[in-house]
């Protein structure tokens, strides 16, 4: 049975204050993530990536449809669902550590040496050891996505919904993150939906890569993507990689120039 599955999801959005017509932001939705799959949406600005994303997570109600994870109805956020966002989502005045303890202790399933123990085992994982006691500030923009990712790896949830979570970093911190995601994704197995901009992205990461059409966003096209795992960044000079690399960016740039032509 698929973990993640959305039937006919239809978003609109009322603009605040205006009495227009609501916006069709997803139109039929129709998803279906295996467990332990990894799937990337791609699509172009505006069409609707976040919105479904954050219909999984519980964040935003659809206008009709269906939405289950793991067979149950999405009714609002939960700890199954871990979110990583473009920001990392830490609190700027409590220490690394403080901040990856914040989800189990403010649930007080661990405390104590239990506690400390778990958070110094997950900043090893994510490559943090010996950074505990720092604060965000002092951390690169890298380092601070580290501790977002640690922060919600603690809570072992079984699905990862990832909104563009290395958008904001330099090319070089970006491939060394994706590796790192790699590396834990190969060890953890979860089921996760990635949405990016960028199809080397997509295309390293994803077991299947989906594409959606400009606003109101549909799935136009789904690709799968054969190439072996573990994979690193060398996977990108696979002759499979270049074609479907080719075949994604016309398939993107279509949907580019519709959506700049109804927006
Ligand atoms: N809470 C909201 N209220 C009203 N409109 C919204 C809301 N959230 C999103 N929208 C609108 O829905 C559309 C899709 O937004 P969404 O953020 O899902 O797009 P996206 O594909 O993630 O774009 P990007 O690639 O730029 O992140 C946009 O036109 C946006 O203005
Ligand atoms: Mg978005």
């Keep these: 049975m698929a973990e993640i599955v959305l039937d006919g999801v239809d978003v609109q959005f009322r603009q605040p204050g205006k009495r227009a017509e609501p ?3 997803l139109d039929g939705i129709g998803l279906e993530i295996a467990d332990e799959e990894f799937v990337c949406l791609l699509g172009p600005s505006g069409c609707g990536k976040s919105t479904a994303l954050n219909i999984i997570a519980g964040f935003v109600e659809p206008t ?15 700890p199954d669902r871990g979110v990583v966002f473009q920001d990392a989502n830490i609190f700027p005045w409590m220490s ?7 989800g189990p202790s403010v649930q007080g399933r661990l405390a104590g040496k239990e506690l400390d123990d778990r958070v110094a085992h997950y900043l ?12 965000p500030r002092e951390l690169s923009g890298g380092m ?5 990712l640690a922060r ?5 949830p079984p699905v990862l919904l990832m909104d563009e979570p290395f958008g904001a970093l330099d090319a070089q911190t970006r ?3 994706q590796e790192l995601l790699l590396e834990l994704w190969d060890r953890d197995r979860k089921t996760v939906l990635f949405v990016t901009h960028d199809i080397d992205e997509a295309l390293l990461l994803g077991d299947r890569v989906l594409v959606m059409s400009a606003r109101p966003g549909r799935i136009k096209t789904v690709v799968d993507v054969p190439l072996p795992r573990p994979r690193s960044y060398d996977v990108m000079r696979e002759p ?3 074609e479907l690399k080719n075949r994604l960016f016309h398939e993107l740039r279509d949907e580019e120039e519709r959506a700049a032509v109804t927006h």
């Design 23 to 25: 916006v069709r932001v």
């Design 64 to 78: 009709a449809g269906r939405v289950t994870v793991d067979g149950r109805a999405v009714d609002g956020p939960g």
């Design 96 to 102: 690394v550590a403080r901040n990856v303890a914040f």
């Design 124 to 135: 090893g994982r994510v490559g943090l050891d010996g950074f505990g006691d720092h604060l």
């Design 144 to 148: 601070r996505q580290r501790v977002g």
């Design 152 to 156: 919600v790896l603690i809570n072992d």
């Design 175 to 177: 491939i060394t993150m």
């Design 240 to 242: 499979a990689f270049v």
